[in-house]
């Protein structure tokens, strides 16, 4: 997973929250299966602009929100966690890596 797939996919998954929409609830609106769409919010997969596109009429949004900054510094923008903590630069990417980790470990 790079980089950017883990920001795209975080900014989705914040949008989509922001909509009150469930995984399923996204999935149906844009036909797609919701496993593919955690992949895309994870940072597994690439999302392709296709896929994107449906997300972003879906969630009534434009594709820049998607990939918009809040500053024009990369390593100062800010994600906002599950917990709904706010990590900024690299702090972001590795909360964003420490979540998509846990997401795909086995429980036990």
């Known amino acids: 997973m790079s980089d950017i797939d ?7 998954r914040e949008k989509r929250f922001q909509a009150r929409l469930s995984l399923s609830e ?4 844009i036909g797609a299966p919701p496993a593919r769409l955690l992949r895309f919010e994870d940072g597994q997969e690439r999302v ?11 969630l009534e949004v434009k594709p820049a929100e998607i990939f918009a900054l809040k500053t024009n510094k990369p390593e100062q923008a ?4 599950d917990d709904g ?3 900024r630069g690299l702090s972001a990417l590795s909360a964003l890596r420490t979540q998509a980790n846990a ?3 086995p429980e036990t």
């Open 6 to 12: 883990l920001l795209v996919g975080a900014r989705l």
């Open 26 to 29: 996204l999935a149906a609106r």
């Open 48 to 58: 392709p602009a296709q896929i994107l596109a449906a997300f972003c009429r879906a």
């Open 78 to 81: 800010a994600v906002v966690d």
């Open 85 to 87: 903590r706010v990590a």
């Open 103 to 105: 997401r795909r470990a």
